[in-house]
């Protein structure tokens, strides 16, 4: 019993230790490091998986979460580009004149924030290709094309719906409220160019890497522009 009194004892005293401290000190995060865009990137794996993401959101054009109909391509309809030719009128479909396109509709601001988001991973992984050791100079080579595939694919389909949008064409942590328009010539420039360089440098056979860009993606897009 005398035992048992010590260990209560010890417990309570401990217990009032822990309460003795301050909400605010407990509170306080003390984190081992700090994770930023400077250090988060250490291997070319990294870089990959960024250019990957790009590609997922690409792939949200067609089937947002895997299923259903994508926002500006519905391929189960018929259409090429915005909306399906069903439901003519609907206040959810960009037919809507009335309803859809205004300068407060969800729908167009839904495609152009893909398409930048898209534009946005391209960018951040050429920003980390030369800091980065890679397993070959063809791997490198490689990887670049294809955010610039992305980038210029991006480019294209923004000329396409909204005429001359701001070029992008740097990544920055740093919010700039400033971007001007370009003209749809120099968006589609942008486009041709990058779609040229990937073209140039992206691999004729990936049939084993299913869902990468190829030469062939490249050149019809390019033929496209």
């Known amino acids: 019993m005398k035992m048992y009194k010590y260990i209560l004892g010890a417990v309570l005293g401990c217990l009032a230790v822990i309460s003795c401290k301050s909400d605010k000190e407990f ?3 003390q984190p081992k490091d700090k994770l930023t865009i400077a250090n988060a990137y250490t291997t070319s794996d990294q870089v990959v998986n960024t250019l990957l993401t790009g590609y997922f959101e690409f792939e949200e054009l067609y089937f947002p979460g895997a299923m259903g109909q994508g926002l ?3 391929t189960f309809t018929g259409t090429d580009m915005v909306d399906n030719k069903y439901q003519l009128g609907a206040a959810q479909h ?5 309803a859809a396109w ?3 509709s969800s729908l167009p601001k839904s495609v152009w924030d893909k398409f930048y988001k898209v534009v946005s ?3 951040l992984a050429l920003a980390k290709m030369d800091v980065m050791s890679w397993a070959s100079d063809a791997e490198k080579t490689r990887v670049i094309a294809e955010a610039k595939f992305l980038r210029g694919l991006s480019y294209l389909r923004l000329a396409e719906l909204f005429g001359g949008v701001p070029l992008v064409l740097e990544y920055t942590e740093t919010p700039n409220y ?3 328009r370009a003209t749809r010539k120099a968006t589609y420039d942008v486009a041709i160019q990058d779609l040229r360089d990937a073209y140039q440098d992206l691999p004729q056979n990936v049939s084993a890497e299913y869902g990468r860009a190829g030469k ?3 050149g019809m897009y390019l033929a496209e522009a």
């Open 27 to 29: 509170l306080t995060e």
């Open 72 to 74: 500006c391509y519905n």
């Open 94 to 98: 960009m037919s809507n004149f009335t």
């Open 102 to 104: 205004s300068t407060t």
């Open 121 to 123: 991973y391209a960018n």
């Open 178 to 180: 400033g971007y001007d």
């Open 216 to 218: 062939g993606a490249a």
